[in-house]
T-cell receptor, first 116, second 112 residues
Framework: DTAVSQTPKYLVTQMGNDKSIKCEQN?????MYWYKQDSKKFLKIMFS???????INETVPNRFSPKSPDKAHLNLHINSLELGDSAVYFC???????????????FGAGSRLTVL | GENVEQHPSTLSVQEGDSAVIKCTYS??????FPWYKQELGKGPQLIID?????GEKKDQRIAVTLNKTAKHFSLHITETQPEDSAVYFC???????????FGPGTRLSVLP
């Protein structure tokens, strides 16, 4: 029973297309995140949502739009894909804001996006 | 903002030897320092963490030390095994906070 699950695991698409990656967590956590890991393995936060509200929005092109329909889901939609968007995208969750231990992250297995 | 550096970027050790990975951070407000292990094809997993009111923490073969004055912390793995081979990330954040800054990672290879 996967704690943080994301789909698809692999995504290959052409430049200019629009694609979505879905994430769901069954841990009852209040906070969810999207991280981008590039080819050099750098992990950079993109977005953080707490109870469906956007908390962190790092310098990310507005072609990336997160959507949180409820606190167990955080989807990532990417418009007009570019070559530089190729990376592994990780969804993660943590217990919540203002709680000790709030910042223990549980990651999904990642979604490898390849833009041709 | 916070900046986390990590060394070395790659590390090879013989099975049974010890491995040490070091990180430095820049923001004195950071007070929570986790270490994550990422195996091939998987997401990072928390292996140990330390808060700034503690200088050292140990869990079986792994330990983390923190020097607040110098703003650096280290991961120590003793009696390494082939299954310890992975990429290790350090991170820093403020406790209760939600913005983690990760180091660039260390690829550890344990040679049989």
């Amino acid at each position: 029973d996967t704690a943080v699950s994301q789909t698809p695991k692999y995504l290959v698409t052409q430049m200019g297309n629009d694609k979505s990656i879905k994430c769901e967590q069954n841990l009852g956590h209040d906070t969810m995140y999207w991280y981008k890991q590039d080819s050099k393995k750098f992990l950079k936060i993109m977005f953080s949502y707490n109870n469906k509200e956007l908390i962190i929005n790092e310098t990310v092109p507005n072609r990336f739009s997160p959507k949180s329909p409820d606190k167990a889901h955080l989807n990532l939609h990417i418009n007009s894909l570019e070559l530089g968007d190729s990376a592994v995208y990780f969804c993660a969750s943590s217990p919540g804001q203002g709680i000790s231990g709030a910042n223990v992250l549980t990651f999904g297995a990642g979604s490898r996006l390849t833009v041709l | 903002g916070e900046n986390v550096e990590q060394h070395p970027s790659t590390l090879s050790v013989q099975e049974g030897d010890s491995a040490v990975i070091k990180c430095t951070y820049s923001d004195s407000a950071s007070n929570y320092f986790p270490w994550y292990k990422q195996e091939l094809g998987k997401g990072p997993q928390l292996i140990i963490d330390i808060r700034s009111n503690v200088g050292e923490k140990k869990d079986q073969r792994i330990a983390v030390t923190l020097n607040k004055t110098a703003k650096h912390f280290s991961l120590h793995i003793t009696e390494t095994q082939p299954e310890d081979s992975a990429v290790y990330f350090c991170a820093a954040s403020e406790d209760y906070g939600q913005n983690f800054v990760f180091g660039p990672g260390t690829r550890l290879s344990v040679l049989p």
